[in-house]
């Protein structure tokens, strides 16, 4: 079995999280949007060894070139579903890799695009790096995708190991959870998510990473096949809803008009 990866978000940008991921002197950085937080964050026992991107927006990878000035040695694993950015280690669907550096763990990826085309997420060492795909209570616009692709999405999530550490690209959740009591006000796990991410984030703390099985007790893009979700979308939408694809299509929208 793979040891638990010791992982630390870096707060980057206005609300962007830099997950910097270590197994012993060995260090991997996900979706850097900034350089300087790792640099801040690295000292001289730990070593940049691999750059992991989710997608291609510049606040996930606005960070590489410069770490690579700096790190040249550095692996950057990058998906093949878009133009090639940076032409180092191009992988997909299924594919699984154990970055230079990590040789006792294995990250599977899975394509998940709608957030973007290119949009890859990775799994191992006990923890979800999930980009744009999910947020806590939340799922990223549909910029390149459609319902169709989000509830893909959902379906790989679905299928995962719900005790993964899920460590999202952005600090949405106090938001997120405004639209998520919009569609069940009375769901009591996300009212107590609630309580407790209002402490963490009143402390400085950030509310990442939550565990995929408690988003799934309140993240109401998870729970579209759950009665009070279809419910509510159907209300807001003022027509039957026949599947979860057609409720995960009124919930984006909504969200996207949440204010």
Known sequence: MQDRLDITPLPSGKDNYIWVARAGPHTIVVDPGEAQPVIDHLDDSHKLRAIVLTHKHDDHIGG???????????????????????????????DEVRPIGLDDQTLKIHHAPGHTRDHLIYVGGGVLF??????????????????????????????????????????????????????????????AWERKAAKLRAEGKPT?????????????????????????????????????????????????DFK
């Open 64 to 94: 590489v070139a410069e770490l690579m000035d700096r790190f040249p040695r550095a692996n950057i694993y990058e998906s093949k579903y878009s133009e090639t950015l940076f032409d180092d280690i191009v992988i997909g669907e299924g």
């Open 130 to 191: 999930s980009g744009d795909l999910l947020f806590s209570c939340g799922c990223g616009r549909l910029f390149e995708g459609d319902e169709t692709d989000l509830a893909n999405g959902v379906r790989i999530l679905e299928g995962l190991d719900h005790n993964l550490e899920v460590c999202a690209g952005h600090e949405y959740t106090l938001d997120n959870i405004r639209f998520a009591k919009e569609v069940e006000p009375n769901n009591p796990a996300l009212l």
């Open 208 to 256: 990442l990473p939550t565990t995929l099985g408690d988003e799934f007790t309140y993240n109401p893009f998870l729970r579209a096949g759950v009665d009070a979700v279809r419910q509510a979308a159907e209300k807001h939408a003022g027509e039957p809803l026949g599947t979860k694809t057609q409720v995960l299509r009124v919930l984006r929208a909504w969200k996207d």
